[in-house]
Each structure stands twice: as structure tokens, then as C-alpha cells.
């Protein structure tokens, strides 16, 4: 009979580790809203790496997050950091997603958004943001030697 063919080159499979961050600012109150996606083992591996910390130890997951978001992202304007509300972290079908929201109307003009969230964790890491306002919408992507872009 037939022999069965010769198996073809293996092909090593390498993770893909990105994220995806939309920034949208509300024209009629000023405020802009974050939203970032994450793939969930990563995000989970690193939230159990910062765990392992005495000063996390006796964190929840969602502190941890909180801590680690606020430690890693970054918006600000000429006058300095803007202050970000924590909304909270969910994670559905592999996916984690944080969200945040400035406390306030935020500045009119240029932002910096600085987002290094898993930077610290993988080399090859990036981040793609979609940042919309002012009726328009701009894409940019982030690594670890850019981790900063001016938005609006």
C-alpha cells in the first residue's frame, strides 16, 4: 500500500504577545475612557509573579492588577499625570480586559499615554492603540523602546 508522506518541517510555535488598548475621549464631558485588552495567561502569570511579592501577597487579584496598571500606564498632559478612576478587570474566553477612566474632564490639547503593561515581562512585547476624539480615530503601536505616544 501507500506509504504515508514524510512529515514536513516542524513548525515551532511562538506566542504572540500583544495588546490592545482603545482611549476614547467623550466631547461633550472631557472625559476619556481606557480600555485595555490583554491575553488572560500572560496577564495571569504576571499577576502571580507580582503575588509572590511580600508587599502584593496579601493582595487580591484585582488589587494586584489595580497596582500594576497604575505603576505601568500613563496619562498626562503639559500640567503632569492625569488621574486615572480604576474600573475594574474581567477576563472572558482567554481575554482580560482592564478599564479605567480619568476622574475628571481631562485637559484640552495634546496627552501622553504611556502604557508599558507587560514590557516588564516579555522583550517582544507591543501594544496597539486606537486612540478616538474629536470625531477622529489614529492607530499607534507601542514597545518597550517606544512605550509613549501623543494622543489627541
Keep these: 500500500g501507500p506509504?504515508?508522506?514524510?512529515?514536513?518541517?516542524?513548525?515551532?510555535?511562538?506566542?504572540?504577545?500583544?495588546?490592545?488598548?482603545?482611549?476614547t475621549r467623550d466631547e461633550s464631558t472631557g472625559v476619556v475612557s481606557i480600555s485595555v485588552r490583554l491575553f488572560a495567561d500572560d496577564f495571569g502569570a504576571m499577576l502571580d509573579s507580582l503575588r509572590a511579592i511580600p508587599a502584593?501577597?496579601?493582595?487580591?487579584?484585582?488589587?494586584?492588577?489595580?497596582a500594576y496598571f497604575r505603576r505601568s500606564f500613563v496619562l498626562s498632559s503639559g500640567a503632569?499625570?492625569?488621574?486615572?478612576?480604576?474600573?475594574?478587570?474581567?477576563?472572558v474566553d482567554g481575554l482580560t480586559w482592564i478599564r479605567a477612566r480619568t476622574a475628571q474632564q481631562a485637559?484640552?490639547?495634546?496627552?501622553?499615554?504611556?502604557?508599558?503593561?507587560?514590557?516588564?515581562?516579555?522583550?517582544?512585547?507591543v501594544s496597539i492603540v486606537r486612540w478616538t476624539g474629536r470625531g477622529s480615530m489614529?492607530?499607534?503601536?507601542?514597545?518597550?523602546?517606544?512605550?509613549e505616544v501623543l494622543v489627541d
Excluded at 56 to 66: K, P
Excluded at 108 to 123: C, S, W, Y
Design 80 to 91: 503632569g499625570p492625569i488621574e486615572l478612576a480604576w474600573e475594574g478587570m474581567r477576563t
Design 56 to 66: 502584593f501577597r496579601n493582595l487580591t487579584a484585582d488589587q494586584v492588577a489595580q
Design 3 to 23: 506509504r504515508p508522506a514524510a512529515p514536513g518541517p516542524r513548525m515551532e510555535a511562538h506566542p504572540l504577545h500583544t495588546s490592545f488598548t482603545e482611549i
Design 138 to 147: 489614529h492607530t499607534a503601536v507601542l514597545s518597550a523602546r517606544v512605550p
Design 107 to 125: 485637559p484640552r490639547g495634546k496627552l501622553r499615554m504611556r502604557n508599558a503593561l507587560m514590557f516588564d515581562r516579555f522583550r517582544d512585547q
